[in-house]
Every structure is written in C-alpha cells, then in structure tokens.
C-alpha cells in the first residue's frame, strides 16, 4: 500500500466513522494546525540563522569558559 492509499483508506475511515461534516471540520482543524506548526517553524529557523550569522565565528574561543 502506497503512501497516497493509505491517506484515502484514513480519509474513508474517518467520512465512515463521523460523518462527512465532522470529517471536514476535523480535516480543516488539521489543516489549520499544520499552518501554524509551519509558520512557527519558519520564524524558528530565520530567527536561528539570523543568530548564527551575528555570532562570531572565532573557532580558538572556548565556548564554555570554567
């Protein structure tokens, strides 16, 4: 079974076992979900390139001074 079947058996399960109305409610609150998840995700990541570009890049300094 390919990846896209198993995704239309799920699809299928889920319009079964609640309805085609709260299958698309639940699909769109994933759907919102993982836009958030992605955009949180793209802030952490400019966010951390833009502190390793600032950080010096002296690679004799102990980064952990004792």
Request: charge should be positive.
């Amino acid at each position: 079974m390919g990846f896209t079947t198993e995704i239309l058996f799920i699809l299928v399960l889920g319009w079964l076992t609640l309805g085609p109305k709260q299958l698309q409610t639940l699909l769109r609150h994933v759907a919102r979900a993982r836009t958030e998840f992605e955009d949180a995700s793209r802030g952490f990541r400019s966010v951390l390139s833009a502190e390793l570009a600032a950080a010096p890049r002296d690679s004799k300094t102990d980064p952990m001074p004792s």
